[in-house]
């Protein structure tokens, strides 16, 4: 007789992975890891969610974890990449994710990047009408091989978190829908350039209920119509919806789906499952946030003032936004003993403290906690979108190794490298070490 055992969910994988973690010493003293299962799995749910839509270009936001081979193994997967600046797409590029593969968004891209892009076939989402006076001189009379748009504010206003809302009223990102003449000047736009045939719209990042993220797709949607009604042919042709699905970072439940989120869109909108459209989606921190983890060393602990504090490697240069403002970027962060196992024991109110030079430097206030000890570990959870990824070099701290992991049916856990640890002749030649064989100045 043979048995069947349930297969493993994201936590047992985890569980797993912590302990082979420890024992393996990858922690050395702090390390990132990505489940390539739950990638997989969030991949799944994404394309799977959106087949009613028909033609979906799927890209993933670089900015969220932009590192070579999980962008290649994202790409492996058919997810494309939206870059935001020449980084991101050198890194994207590098990963085998050219041309017609990437989608370029910045409000801030060169003519370099520009003329980089149109030579490529990369679509781009112009973001001013100054950009779009750029274009006009690199595009010429030949028609272009890219995807051209433009990304609309629609200014339905912000989420709950200010700082990554990009539809309110005044934000820096695309052209405000609302202001005075640019529905207007927007239909001129597209009436003078026949080459335009996108729209874009990413309404913010973290804090947007789908029902905003939804209003912004409603108004772009809108646009389009009335610009093709404008042109007399079906003009714009595909509409970019951005990301921005928001992750739950109190749990290891999923949070918000996708196939919520399209049942979302298309009570808004139904007719964008009419075929009439394609589609691209930039999803960042809903692909990857649930799948990555940060561990880090407990180096030392102390007592003062009747707190008690963990010094660990995990500070603000891996979590600025959490450090920075803890009230909208709460971890949840797990206690493990040297064996990478959860720890035990009564709960006491921790400060889990970083490394850098500043008093703030708290992944997290008075946790309650097994108290923690030097040569335990600490685990901030749901940090695979825009913490490993995203680097802060204060105090020259290195950027931590990364590691994928698989685990099979049985429980034997596989690591694979995504990136190593930052080395001190690295360190030293960011820090400028190149220039001090140059002769002094003057
Ligand atoms: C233009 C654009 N697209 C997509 C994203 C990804 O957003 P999220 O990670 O919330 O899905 C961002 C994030 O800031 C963005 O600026």
């Known amino acids: 007789m043979t048995t069947t055992s349930a297969p493993l969910t994201r936590t047992d994988r985890r569980l797993l992975a912590l302990t082979a973690a420890a024992d393996r010493r990858l922690v050395d003293p702090m390390a990132g890891f990505v489940d390539l299962e739950g990638v997989r799995e969030a991949v799944e749910d994404l394309t799977k969610a959106f087949a009613p839509l028909g033609r979906v270009q799927h890209t993933v936001a670089a900015k969220a974890c932009g590192l070579a081979p999980l962008l290649r193994f994202l790409g492996e997967l058919g997810i494309d990449a939206e870059v935001a600046s020449p980084g991101e797409t050198a890194v994207a590029e590098a990963a085998g994710l050219r041309g017609p593969r990437l989608v370029l968004d910045s409000p801030a891209k060169t003519i370099a990047e520009l003329a980089h892009a149109l030579a490529e076939g990369t679509a781009v989402n112009a973001d001013s009408f100054q950009e779009l006076a750029r274009l006009d001189r690199l595009v010429g009379a030949t028609p272009p091989r890219s995807v051209l748009g433009v990304r609309v504010n629609p200014q339905v206003g912000a989420g709950r978190i200010g700082d990554t809302s990009t539809a309110t009223a005044g934000s820096k990102f695309g052209i405000p829908l609302r202001d005075h003449g640019n529905r207007g000047l927007l239909l001129e736009s597209f009436a003078h350039r026949p080459w335009l045939t996108r729209l874009h719209v990413h309404v913010g990042s973290q804090g947007c209920p789908p029902e905003l993220l939804a209003a912004g797709v409603a108004a772009v949607h809108e646009l389009a119509e009335e610009i093709n009604a404008e042109a007399g042919y079906r003009q714009v042709t595909s509409l970019d919806l951005g990301g921005g699905l928001p992750v739950d970072f109190t749990s290891d439940d999923p949070g918000p789906t996708y196939a919520g989120y399209v049942a979302t869109l298309l009570a808004r909108v139904p007719s964008l499952a009419d075929g009439r459209y394609a589609f691209v989606t930039e999803f960042g921190r809903s692909l990857l946030a649930k799948s990555g983890f940060l561990v880090s060393a407990v180096e030392y602990t102390k007592f003062a003032g009747g707190r008690h504090i963990a010094v660990t490697h995990a500070g603000a240069q891996v979590a600025a936004r959490t450090v920075l403002q803890p009230e909208?970027?709460?971890?949840?962060?797990?206690?493990?003993?040297?064996?990478?196992?959860?720890?035990?024991?009564?709960?006491?109110?921790?400060?889990?403290?970083?490394?850098?030079?500043?008093?703030?430097?708290?992944?997290?206030?008075?946790?309650?906690?097994?108290?923690?000890?030097?040569?335990?570990?600490?685990?901030?959870?749901?940090?695979?979108?825009?913490?490993?990824?995203?680097?802060?070099?204060?105090?020259?701290?290195?950027?931590?190794?990364?590691?994928?992991?698989?685990?099979?049916?049985?429980?034997?856990?596989?690591?694979?490298?995504?990136?190593?640890?930052?080395?001190?002749?690295?360190?030293?030649?960011?820090?400028?070490?190149?220039?001090?064989?140059?002769?002094?100045?003057?």
Request: proline share 13%.
């Open 328 to 442: 909208h970027w709460p971890l949840r962060i797990g206690a493990l003993d040297p064996g990478g196992r959860p720890k035990t024991g009564p709960e006491v109110p921790q400060d889990i403290a970083g490394p850098l030079c500043f008093a703030g430097d708290l992944l997290a206030r008075q946790r309650p906690l097994p108290l923690l000890e030097p040569g335990d570990f600490v685990v901030a959870h749901d940090t695979g979108a825009y913490y490993f990824g995203a680097h802060y070099a204060y105090n020259t701290l290195p950027r931590p190794a990364v590691h994928g992991f698989t685990v099979s049916p049985r429980g034997d856990v596989g690591f694979t490298p995504i990136r190593r640890t930052q080395t001190l002749a690295e360190l030293v030649a960011d820090a400028g070490g190149e220039f001090l064989e140059a002769p002094p100045a003057g």
